[in-house]
């Protein structure tokens, strides 16, 4: 299953991409999580995409097509993949289209979470996670110990561009460079539509029912 998630900031993608990546048996790859772990490392890479990462603004294209394509090309991905948080322009879709025709292939779905921009911020505002990239909601996804995750014990934090003019600025981002890929995935036949509110587990019970409606069969 070669899949990509779409949906704007606090959808849900990376909290659902855990799931679904497992029951497809593929590679959950999050390009918010590879800039995060280079931030922390202080890579180069890191060092630059920090600049567009706290202002909420999105990494340039040719420094995060380059990260993708590298990505894709490791063993793990070579039978599938879920892309959570790339494409986000239209550039970045062209150039994921040609990377997998590159490698003879192309994407089965992609899978669109659909939410309102007041679940959003309520979901942002209280979101939670650890440097492992495990993810909490003080709320709604609480862990057991405050401040401590449950998956691996690390301490939780609240990210940089979780406040809320930054929150704002994102969804704004969203609506002007991400929304139009919809239109791009409906061209190429391969978008498939779900509501993203309701608990955690309904959510990916209705995401797995519709991409098995795409894509090879399992
Ligand atoms: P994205 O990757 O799309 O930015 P996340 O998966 O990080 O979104 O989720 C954003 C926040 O919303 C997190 O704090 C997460 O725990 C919470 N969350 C995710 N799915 C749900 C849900 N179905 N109901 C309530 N909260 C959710
Ligand atoms: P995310 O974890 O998906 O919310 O991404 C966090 C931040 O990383 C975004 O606000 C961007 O600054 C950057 N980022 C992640 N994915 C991309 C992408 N595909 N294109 C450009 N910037 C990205």
Not at 109 to 119: R, S, T
Request: contains cysteine.
């Amino acid at each position: 299953m070669r899949l990509v998630l779409v949906g704007p900031p606090g959808a849900g993608k990376g909290t659902q991409a855990r799931w679904v990546a497992r029951y497809y048996d593929v590679p959950p790859i999050s390009t918010g999580d590879i800039f995060r772990a280079n931030v922390v490392n202080q890579t180069e890479l890191g060092l630059e995409a920090r600049k567009y990462m706290d202002a909420g603004d999105l990494v340039p294209d040719e420094v995060t097509i380059a990260m993708v394509a590298d990505r894709l090309g490791y063993p793990d991905a070579a039978g599938g993949f879920l892309l959570d948080g790339f494409p986000r322009t239209r550039p970045q879709a062209e150039a994921l289209d040609v990377i997998l025709a590159e490698l003879g292939t192309t994407l089965d779905c992609a899978l669109e979470l659909q939410i309102n921009d007041y679940e959003v911020i309520r979901r942002l505002a209280g979101r939670r996670m650890c440097r492992r990239a495990h993810v909490w909601h003080v709320d709604f996804e609480p862990p057991t110990v405050d401040g401590v995750c449950d998956e691996c014990g690390g301490d939780l934090f609240q990210r940089d561009d979780d406040h809320p003019a930054t929150i704002r600025h994102r969804l704004d981002v969203h609506a002007e460079q991400t929304a139009p890929l919809i239109e791009h995935y409906r061209a190429l036949g391969v978008l498939v539509q779900i509501r993203a509110t309701g608990k955690v587990d309904e959510v990916t019970r209705r995401a797995i029912g519709a991409l098995d409606t795409c894509g090879p069969r399992r």
